[in-house]
């Protein structure tokens, strides 16, 4: 399993999501699933699938140990947003 090398641990956006305790997520990148969300909301994705087994893992930092799950769907909600602002 390969480690994020991104930026995503320093994510001001991800301070504000749940915290993961204990769970499956908890090891996995909040921030890959927030672009992971954001993309699938840019083209309005109608299957929404976290797939937290493509996610990378965590390194120290903001992303450590918040909920994937949450970050996915932040991401997709700004990704729709985004959809309709570009027009
Ligand atoms: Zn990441």
């Not at 921030?31 to 699938?40: H, S, T």
Request: hydrophobic share 30%; glycine share 12%; charged share 20%.
């Amino acid at each position: 399993m390969s480690t994020c090398n991104q930026h995503h641990r320093h994510w001001p956006v991800l301070e504000s999501l749940p915290h993961d305790q204990g769970g499956y997520g908890r090891h996995k990148c909040a921030g890959c699933a927030y672009e992971l969300g954001y993309k699938a909301g840019l083209l309005r994705d109608e299957r929404l699938h976290i797939n937290l087994d493509s996610l990378l893992e965590s390194q120290a930092g903001t992303a450590r140990h918040r909920s994937p799950h949450a970050a996915f769907a932040k991401g997709y909600y700004d990704g729709v947003a985004s959809s309709y602002s570009g027009s």
